[in-house]
């Protein structure tokens, strides 16, 4: 049974900081692309970074420079590590993972909330 479980989520004021993690179980987590994507009330889902098998990142340009993504596969774990926050940047985070050997990317994780304000 594939889960992807997500944390660190909370309140934070702006220009703080968060950490958010991403532990995998049931996949074979070096095959996996993994991402971060983030929701606010009432707009669409939308990408904020992934990392791929080899560790070449990708980021939506709202988080460039503020937004790190990386991954410990000896963890199968995946962390978004946010700073300068902006109450934009509120939203549920969701975790993403992407079979590169078959284009699945059905997997999600519950979702974590991240609150920026004062």
């Known amino acids: 049974q594939v889960q992807l479980v997500e944390s660190g989520g909370g309140l934070v004021q702006p220009g703080g900081s968060l950490r958010l993690s991403c532990a995998a179980s049931g996949i074979i987590f070096s095959f996996y692309a993994m991402g971060w994507y983030r929701q606010a009330p009432g707009k669409q889902r939308d990408l904020v970074a992934t990392?791929?098998?080899?560790?070449?990142?990708n980021y939506a340009d709202s988080v460039k420079g503020r937004f790190t993504i990386s991954r410990d596969n000896a963890k199968n774990t995946v962390y978004l590590e946010m700073k300068s926050l902006k109450p934009e940047d509120t939203a549920v985070y969701y975790c993403n993972a992407l079979d590169t050997r078959t284009g699945y990317r059905g997997y999600w994780g519950q979702g974590t909330q991240v609150t920026v304000s004062s």
């Open positions: 990392i791929t098998r080899g560790a070449v990142t």
